[in-house]
């Protein structure tokens, strides 16, 4: 729930050390061991990305853009597009480019993996346009409170999702839970994608139910608050005979911002894959538990996606049952 919000006792923010990039005056923790690079006296130059994607990719986008900005001095601005598509959701405070300044500019373009390399902190070109689908913590970790800060919900939203989690209640008991855990649920496109292209599978009801009792063995009686693009496969594949399982979401994509305020709101996160449970699971602290292995060992998905860099250290991961990818043809799967 929200740092304001004393009602929800179980939160907590990971504290393990990283090692990754940061600038010149960022607190660090005492048992942080690598330095810094000197922060410039002012900035110069102007940076900025092509946004691409839905919200969860945008995110992405947006912390990465301002992450290696403020690392190599230089000043970050957002296009209309993307302040389009994360201002009506969140506080953002990145200046938006004008497009007759952006169509105008003589930008360097540079498309970006999904990890935080070195050359990354050495960048020269001032007229920058980042492009690519990051979103790993590698890049913007050491600046996690300011990121929370920029994805701060509009209060409106907040209020509703808080309003909808106070209503909930333990079953036969009648007593406020505790513990709300968050489960996200992505399905829709990648239910084409992951075995077709990528040789992967999407989280499955077995997975879902592991992930459910590794919280009842070490929380007492959370509530599980289950948003999805897939609700209706959810209501018939999710084990509710225990009476803790409240299907909340609308799974609407064109508008993700009630199920993305539900999620961040809880105290802690179930999620499958996709951005979209990452950063429902990064502003929301407390225990992260996702779906770990979920490509076959010579996916090239494997190419572009880094777990160790996707998942942060102390996030615990469920293998993914790969059986399935066994039984498609081969053609479709990609087993040779």
């Not at 912390?63 to 957002?78: P, V």
């Amino acid at each position: 729930m929200d740092d304001a919000a004393p009602r929800w006792p179980d939160r907590h923010l990971p504290t393990n050390p990283v090692a990754i990039f940061c600038l010149s005056g960022t607190p660090m923790s005492p048992n942080t061991s690598f330095s810094c690079p000197k922060n410039p006296a002012s900035l110069s130059g102007t940076w900025t990305i092509s946004p691409a994607g839905r919200l969860g990719n945008q995110m992405g986008q947006y912390a990465i853009l301002l992450a290696l900005a403020q690392l190599n001095g230089r000043r970050a601005f957002i296009l209309r597009d993307m302040h389009a598509t994360l201002a009506p959701v969140f506080r953002v405070t990145l200046p938006v480019l004008a497009p007759e300044v952006d169509s105008h500019t003589p930008w360097r373009k540079l498309q970006l993996h999904d990890w935080m390399s070195e050359e990354y902190a050495h960048l020269k070109n001032p007229l920058l346009k980042l492009t690519g689908f990051p979103c790993s913590w590698t890049f913007f970790h050491h600046l996690r409170e300011q990121i929370r800060s920029e994805f701060t919900l509009h209060d409106h939203l907040r209020e509703k999702a808080q309003g909808f989690l106070r209503q909930l209640r333990l079953p036969g008991t009648g007593v406020l839970p505790r513990t709300f855990v968050g489960v996200h649920v992505r399905r829709g496109d990648y239910l084409e994608v992951m075995p077709q292209r990528w040789k992967g599978v999407v989280g499955d009801g077995v997975y879902l139910q592991q992930a459910m009792d590794w919280f009842r063995a070490r929380h007492e009686a959370p509530i599980f608050v289950v948003t999805s693009n897939g609700m209706g496969w959810c209501r018939e594949n999710i084990n509710t005979s225990q009476g803790d399982v409240i299907f909340a979401g609308d799974g609407l994509e064109e508008s993700p911002e009630k199920d993305f305020a539900l999620l961040t709101q809880c105290n802690h996160t179930i999620m499958t894959i996709g951005t979209f449970g990452f950063w429902a699971a990064y502003l929301a602290g407390g225990d992260t538990v996702y779906l770990a292995n979920f490509t076959l060992p010579d996916s090239s998905f494997l190419r572009i996606f880094k777990p160790e860099a996707a998942f942060l250290p102390e996030w615990v991961g469920i293998n993914a049952d790969l059986s399935p990818l066994q039984k498609l043809p081969r053609r479709l799967s990609g087993i040779a």
